[in-house]
């Protein structure tokens, strides 16, 4: 969690050659969260995802959003991160802990 907002993981689908990952935005911060992108990467670059993501979460509430990506390379190690759109500039990362 940083400054109230948490980004958590829901699942990992697969279908042919595209993940989608779906993840859950909390924003227990008494502010609105206005999200700037939701972006996947192997570590050694983004993964070109396409992200469905509300623009913004209210305080209180949590938002699902989700990503769609390129199967990576087989052992590849997957990271999701979450930026935000306003003068505090947050990012809030996870680590996917499913097996490429």
Avoid: W
């Avoid at 969690?1 to 980004?7: H, R």
């Avoid at 993840?23 to 700037?36: A, K, L």
């Avoid at 192997?42 to 989700?66: N, Q, T, W, Y």
């Amino acid at each position: 969690m940083t400054g109230g907002v948490a980004l958590r993981l829901v699942g990992l689908s697969r279908h042919k050659r595209r993940c989608i990952l779906k993840v859950e935005i909390s924003n227990e911060s008494p502010d609105d969260f206005f999200v700037r992108s939701l972006s996947v990467s192997d570590g050694r670059g983004d993964l070109e995802p396409e992200s469905f993501v509300r623009l913004f979460i209210e305080a209180g509430r949590s938002r699902d959003a989700f990503v769609v990506f390129d199967v990576p390379p087989k052992g590849a190690q997957i990271h999701a991160a979450l930026k935000e759109d306003k003068e505090k500039g947050r990012t809030i990362a996870l680590t996917v802990p499913y097996p490429f």
